[in-house]
């Protein structure tokens, strides 16, 4: 009965340590996230699966020649996956709101300071015994507060792989989340009458002027800011894919098969860095934190630097759509519009909050380009 | 690297980082405002960017339908009402 | 005309032993039966043409830099390819049938028997001057009783890579004769009027129980046969991303382009280990009749299993359906449903064999598992 | 090894193949019933189950045609037809 | 201030050279000609921007770890890229007008005479200082003459990766060009009434010819150049998936998605090639010359065969499907079309320029097996 | 290797390449004869090589919509056409 003991000895039951059962428990629940209460699925359902993969004992997904050994190291270690994503969400963006009104690129800006300011929150956090971030964990865990997955993914693999998964799953849960943690913040900053602003319609963006825009962003990265040109370069190649109107196929291809598969697998990978050693620590409790505070303080300052803004603009802004500049694309803009259609019920924000939006797609990733010049 | 020597550097961070990504999104909006004065509209008879085409998303595209089936399914239609006209 | 003697010198006619002549045939006799016997031709096209592009003297495909050497080491050496295949057939199987009726996955683990029955015909054949079965080998051949591809490739990966292109050919090409082996011991194992007994409709199965039956899977090889949990585990995330309803979007990709990409390169590659050397001798004869054993002992084990059960069942159970738990999914299905209409014409058990038949899919991968644990 | 001793280490694969695989497949056929138990059927409305889903199968799946096809198509006839009717 | 310091010496400003300047606005020329001028936008569009990419400074898009670097030696280098690229040619081409009326195979061997003259001016080239083609590169420049796209890269990644960029390039260019060199060319060699003359219609081809097709060129491939059984293999895989009929999901996914996702990573990675130091030389104004030489020289050759033909054949020959054997799929088969109807605007030549079309891809992969096997 | 040198080897691939060039595809143009001879025609009810397929590019198969789709698209207009005739 030497087979029985072997085959016993390498059951789960006889080696799960509480860690591994902990960590497929954290599977689960972003399981039961993604599917019972739809928390980005696409990404939160390969997450909490691949969290699962890699925690049975035995098993060896994590180790040479396993499964998310390899998807991993191909395509998350390399920065490939991020990229390919953020070549398709490029390709499925359209910026005519934003051109039509690129003042809004201003609100994007602004959104950003939640990254920076969640810098100092990481390091005080060393304060606390356990807590040890250094700079680079600073930066990545900041980046949460640009609220865009292929951006905190690619980011955390450069600055902070150990961190990946806690920084994944924080970035794609708090988008989730921004349903319930803008409106709070966008109601106490402003008054109804605020709230109330209706904007002018938006004029008509030539063909032209969307396919020099990705080339103009590409340049200006290029001329200042080389540190983002891989995360640009990618997000302007997919846009110009879209407008070109030349290279349907590809375009089509770059929105759905292509983002489709590497999605699956991208999910697996970072699923594969929720191992207990890494992710069973205070050092996670602290990034959940941080990371609220960063989506917190980005909504702040998009709305009130919407409100400077409308100050000084002739032309009115509604101080909500400045949320938006957070990007969580597209699920911020549609807050606004919902927290406007709450203060009157025939103002449609969606359009205006989705210039921002998009802005906010840019900033996040010059921001990274910052911290990745600077600390990495 | 002590706290305050890292809040310090935070500090730098945040007022490059605030300041690049100012300078960078209001050095494109001077682009676009540029382009918007410069690159004539489209024709009206093009009327393809007037269109409310579909919202840019990352998660929602689930749901959208091909044009070219819309033109398809159109095409078929109206040859079906031209066989029933006649 | 140095050149020209070059040129000479180069050309398959001057090159070509007998064996590469020989396996050429053998692509091409796989080639004809993929495309005018329709045998299982998603796989055995790409196989019989990689088998024909391997053989070429001269053309260097399973070199070093070969197309083919890269096929092999990046996705089949790695079990990834295999895997991927598998998720998708997750993502194309409907389990309702099976959650309806829970009895018949008895009659998918009955039908295993055949895998570990083969075991002592490899082993016996050693007894034969000329064959050298290790206990690895025999477990690889034995797989084929499985009556799964994905399953068996990634089996012989790991167990026997040089028996590799047997294997997959012995098991494609059974899988398609499931129609001419399975009935005529399906008839000689049951009596007229067993053939005839009709079956109580299923109930129907709720979108709840579809969406934790792959998590009940997985919870279960993760407790008992972490082994199995690289085939279990990819397999059911294919099934979950298609009952969740979240990620419509990966779970459709994951059933068509990606299953399609990954299913021509897992042919090419299977077809690269084709060659003459490891192909042309008199073992692959020997995995050739120990697979036909293999299938038709699953099917007699899986008929036997049906009668055994419907004598103790309150419900009627129609022995015919246990042919069905050797998988062969859809195919041995459908011959159940087929044998049993020439016995009675009004007797649809399509969805009844539905059942046992992706309950043998878990079932081998079960069977997987544990040779991977006790001999691998 | 010797043929005997494989054939021993055969048996004992068998042996230990078997149970683990009617073990397996048995927990199971456990789960599955106490899922039919505990878990409610879904609500008539949506019947998305009793429809007859296409066939698993990894091989036949070529002729299916998008439901979201046929949901445009209808759609697309359903519009042509109030045209007609007004 | 030391960050701005950092940040400054980062900037593309405090860093760009000349050449980089230079090798972008190329890039930005091939985006234009790619949208503008609608020149295989589905080429020149990822290998201008990966053109833009790979000369940065500082983005280290090239260097190790870089996207480009992963693009280029994992696809291009080891051949894999233009390989499946050619498989779904394969699977996009119907060799019907060919098998109708197979004399024009003759077509499409003689236009690849301005392959192998090309050598001679590639060659007479190193006689003006400055340029020092080795005879592989005057091979891989040469078969720019053979108007097809995969076959250029495939040879040039082989021979002369150096000049890959420059010779893609020029390949893809001269194919957009297509409309317009060879019309001059084809008047020039014509009379009004020979460009008149009507051919018969080609009879019905059977299905299982065109099954038989594919297998009968890699047939001939394997028995008499070995060396091109890389290209002619994948390419006949590709048709024989299409022409069998039992595969259409790989069929169609290889003309689709995979042929999508491949070209888009396959024109990122060429472009990746066109780098300051390699292509802002002398050598490459010989290379865009000799392009022009040898497509020229092909197109004459084209026509002159049929003239020739002509004479000898019973039935009529129209001279100006000659120049659609450069192949340039289907550009020149169009040109031809366009020039007959210029001549009698009933006479319709595009099926009958269809078959020399595909001839000579045929012919080019043939070309390149030579070269791969005499020069390589 | 002097250009000379080079010269005379570019002539001999030109001879080399030329014939093998012609061979091969005589070699084939004689197969498909062949083919043509002895390989029977289609029956006509199944009529596919004759229905114009689309023609083989590289670039242009954008435009292309799925037959499927158009079957699923004549099938539903028929059908609205039973109900519309009932
Ligand atoms: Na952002
Ligand atoms: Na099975
Ligand atoms: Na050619």
């Not at chain 1, 963006?93 to 809004?104: E, M, S």
């Not at chain 1, 001329?223 to 879209?242: D, E, H, K, Q, S």
């Not at chain 1, 598969?261 to 050693?277: C, E, M, N, R």
């Not at chain 1, 509604?318 to 969580?328: D, F």
Request: one cysteine or more.
């Amino acid at each position: 009965m030497d087979g029985l003991t072997k085959l016993w000895m390498d059951t789960g039951i006889a080696n799960f340590g509480l860690p591994d059962l902990v960590m497929i428990a954290v599977g689960c629940l972003l399981l039961y996230l993604a599917i019972a209460r739809k928390f980005e699925p696409l990404l939160l359902l390969p997450i909490g699966f691949g969290a699962i993969l890699a925690n049975i004992p035995n098993a060896g997904f994590n180790d040479e020649g396993g499964m998310l050994y390899y998807v991993y190291h191909v395509g998350i270690e390399t920065g490939v996956f991020p990229l390919i994503i953020f070549m398709g969400v490029g390709a499925l963006t359209d910026f005519g709101a934003l051109i039509a009104n690129p003042k809004v690129l201003f609100l994007g800006a602004a959104a950003q300071f939640g990254i920076f300011a969640t810098l100092f929150g990481a390091i005080l956090l060393n304060l606390i015994p356990g807590f040890e971030f250094s700079l680079q964990d600073a930066s990545a865990i900041a980046i949460i507060g640009g609220a865009d997955g292929p951006t905190a993914i690619f980011l955390a693999s450069k600055l902070a792989p150990d961190l990946l998964g806690a920084i994944a799953v924080a970035a794609y849960s708090y988008m989730a989340l921004v349903p319930i943690i803008q409106p709070p913040i966008m109601r106490a900053l402003t008054t109804q009458e605020e709230r109330e602003i209706k904007m002018e319609q938006l004029r008509p963006v030539s063909k032209k002027e969307k396919i020099i825009f990705p080339l103009a962003v590409l340049l200006l990265t290029i001329l200042f800011l080389p540190a983002a040109t891989p995360l640009v370069g990618m997000f302007c190649l997919g846009n110009l894919m879209r407008e070109s109107g030349v290279v349907e196929r590809l375009s089509s291809t770059a929105q759905n098969e292509l983002i489709n598969i590497v999605t699956i697998f991208l999910g697996l990978g970072v699923g594969s860095k929720l191992s207990a050693d890494k992710f069973l620590n205070i050092e996670t409790l602290g990034i959940l934190a941080l990371g609220a505070i960063a989506f917190s303080i980005g909504t702040a300052s998009g709305v009130i630097m919407a409100k400077i803004m409308g100050r000084f603009s002739k032309s009115p802004i509604n101080p909500l759509i400045g949320a938006a500049g957070v990007s969580a694309v597209p699920m911020a803009a549609r807050v606004a519009n919902k927290v406007g259609l709450e203060a009157n019920p025939h103002n449609f924000l969606l359009m205006h909050a989705m210039g921002p939006n998009v802005a906010g797609v840019l900033g996040s990733a010059v921001a990274a380009g910052v911290l990745l010049a600077l600390v990495g | 690297m002590d706290v305050t020597e890292s809040l310090f550097r935070a500090l730098t961070l945040l007022g490059l980082g605030m300041t690049f990504v100012f300078l960078f999104l209001g050095l494109l909006m001077i682009a676009v405002n540029l382009m918007a004065k410069y690159i004539p509209a489209d024709e009206p008879a093009v009327k393809r960017s007037v269109v409310p085409r579909k919202q840019p998303s990352t998660v929602s595209s689930e749901s959208e339908i091909n044009p070219k089936l819309i033109a398809a399914i159109s095409s078929a239609v109206q040859q079906y009402r031209k066989t029933e006209a006649a």
